[in-house]
Protein backbone atom coordinates (compact mmCIF):
# COMPACT_ATOMS: atom_id res chain seq x y z
CA UNK A 1 0.00 0.00 0.00
CA UNK A 2 1.20 3.63 -0.62
CA UNK A 3 -0.67 7.09 -0.93
CA UNK A 4 -1.52 8.06 -4.18
CA UNK A 5 -3.31 11.20 -3.70
CA UNK A 6 -3.96 13.43 -1.23
CA UNK A 7 -5.93 16.46 -1.39
CA UNK A 8 -5.79 20.45 -0.17
CA UNK A 9 -8.74 22.62 -0.16
CA UNK A 10 -8.27 25.67 -1.99
CA UNK A 11 -10.42 28.89 -2.64
CA UNK A 12 -9.67 28.98 -6.30
CA UNK A 13 -8.50 26.50 -8.74
CA UNK A 14 -6.59 28.88 -10.85
CA UNK A 15 -4.80 30.83 -8.09
CA UNK A 16 -3.55 27.52 -6.26
CA UNK A 17 -2.14 26.23 -9.53
CA UNK A 18 -0.13 29.65 -9.56
CA UNK A 19 1.08 29.38 -6.44
CA UNK A 20 1.96 25.58 -5.85
CA UNK A 21 3.43 25.53 -9.94
CA UNK A 22 4.85 29.02 -10.15
CA UNK A 23 5.76 29.62 -6.77
CA UNK A 24 6.45 26.30 -4.74
CA UNK A 25 7.41 24.60 -7.87
CA UNK A 26 5.03 21.21 -8.21
CA UNK A 27 4.64 20.80 -11.63
CA UNK A 28 0.75 19.95 -13.05
CA UNK A 29 0.09 16.68 -13.41
CA UNK A 30 -3.63 16.42 -14.43
CA UNK A 31 -5.86 19.12 -15.53
CA UNK A 32 -9.97 18.03 -16.07
CA UNK A 33 -13.05 19.59 -16.25
CA UNK A 34 -15.39 18.51 -13.55
CA UNK A 35 -18.58 20.35 -13.99
CA UNK A 36 -19.26 24.03 -15.03
CA UNK A 37 -16.68 25.30 -12.53
CA UNK A 38 -14.62 22.76 -11.21
CA UNK A 39 -11.72 20.60 -12.46
CA UNK A 40 -9.61 17.69 -11.30
CA UNK A 41 -6.35 19.41 -10.83
CA UNK A 42 -3.32 17.76 -9.62
CA UNK A 43 0.78 18.98 -8.74
CA UNK A 44 3.39 16.26 -8.54
CA UNK A 45 7.08 16.81 -7.45
CA UNK A 46 8.93 17.08 -11.04
CA UNK A 47 11.56 14.86 -8.49
CA UNK A 48 8.66 12.24 -8.61
CA UNK A 49 6.36 13.03 -11.60
CA UNK A 50 4.84 9.11 -11.08
CA UNK A 51 4.50 9.70 -7.02
CA UNK A 52 1.81 10.85 -4.82
CA UNK A 53 -0.48 13.92 -6.52
CA UNK A 54 -1.58 16.65 -4.49
CA UNK A 55 -5.11 17.63 -5.59
CA UNK A 56 -5.90 21.45 -5.21
CA UNK A 57 -9.72 20.71 -4.57
CA UNK A 58 -12.18 23.12 -4.39
CA UNK A 59 -13.07 24.55 -0.54
CA UNK A 60 -16.67 24.98 -1.35
CA UNK A 61 -17.61 22.03 1.17
CA UNK A 62 -18.98 23.62 4.33
CA UNK A 63 -17.24 21.08 6.39
CA UNK A 64 -14.13 20.99 4.46
CA UNK A 65 -14.83 25.68 5.08
CA UNK A 66 -14.94 24.65 9.27
CA UNK A 67 -12.06 22.61 9.14
CA UNK A 68 -9.52 24.74 7.44
CA UNK A 69 -10.79 28.01 9.36
CA UNK A 70 -10.24 26.05 12.57
CA UNK A 71 -6.62 25.11 11.34
CA UNK A 72 -5.26 28.09 10.36
CA UNK A 73 -7.22 29.79 13.71
CA UNK A 74 -4.97 27.37 15.84
CA UNK A 75 -2.11 27.51 13.39
CA UNK A 76 -2.13 24.30 12.37
CA UNK A 77 -0.52 22.80 9.28
CA UNK A 78 -2.70 21.54 6.58
CA UNK A 79 0.04 19.60 5.09
CA UNK A 80 3.61 19.02 5.19
CA UNK A 81 6.19 19.05 2.22
CA UNK A 82 9.87 18.03 2.46
CA UNK A 83 12.27 19.90 1.37
CA UNK A 84 16.37 19.44 1.38
CA UNK A 85 16.97 22.43 3.19
CA UNK A 86 13.67 24.40 5.16
CA UNK A 87 16.94 27.43 5.83
CA UNK A 88 17.56 27.49 2.13
CA UNK A 89 13.71 27.16 1.13
CA UNK A 90 12.44 30.03 3.43
CA UNK A 91 15.06 32.19 2.02
CA UNK A 92 13.99 31.60 -1.85
CA UNK A 93 10.03 32.12 -1.02
CA UNK A 94 10.61 34.33 0.87
CA UNK A 95 12.09 36.27 -2.14
CA UNK A 96 9.15 35.33 -3.51
CA UNK A 97 6.65 37.20 -0.95
CA UNK A 98 5.67 34.11 0.64
CA UNK A 99 4.29 35.03 4.13
CA UNK A 100 5.86 33.12 6.56
CA UNK A 101 3.69 32.11 9.53
CA UNK A 102 6.31 30.11 11.54
CA UNK A 103 10.26 30.69 10.60
CA UNK A 104 12.98 28.50 10.50
CA UNK A 105 13.15 25.71 13.78
CA UNK A 106 15.05 23.42 14.74
CA UNK A 107 12.36 20.53 16.36
CA UNK A 108 14.87 17.72 17.73
CA UNK A 109 16.20 15.99 14.31
CA UNK A 110 14.11 17.93 12.18
CA UNK A 111 13.87 21.27 11.01
CA UNK A 112 10.87 23.11 9.99
CA UNK A 113 8.39 26.44 8.99
CA UNK A 114 5.29 27.37 8.34
CA UNK A 115 4.02 28.93 5.40
CA UNK A 116 0.76 30.89 3.82
CA UNK A 117 -0.23 29.25 0.82
CA UNK A 118 -2.46 32.21 -0.49
CA UNK A 119 -5.38 29.52 -0.76
CA UNK A 120 -6.34 28.95 2.97
CA UNK A 121 -3.86 26.76 4.16
CA UNK A 122 -1.09 26.94 6.26
CA UNK A 123 1.63 23.99 5.05
CA UNK A 124 4.44 22.91 6.85
CA UNK A 125 8.35 22.72 4.96
CA UNK A 126 10.35 20.03 6.93
CA UNK A 127 14.14 18.99 6.06
CA UNK A 128 14.23 15.66 7.90
CA UNK A 129 17.36 13.60 9.02
CA UNK A 130 19.10 12.08 6.38
Known amino acids: MRIHLTSVYVDDQAAAERFYTEVLGFVKKHDVPVGEQDRWLTVV??????????????????????????????????????VDDVRAEHARLSGLGVRF??????????????????CGNLIQLATLPG
Do not use: K, M, N, W
Not at 67 to 79: F, S
Not at 101 to 118: C, H, K, M, Y
Open 101 to 118: TQEPVDAGPVTVAVLDDT
Open 45 to 82: SPDDPDGAELLLEPARHPAALAYREALVRDGIPLAQFA
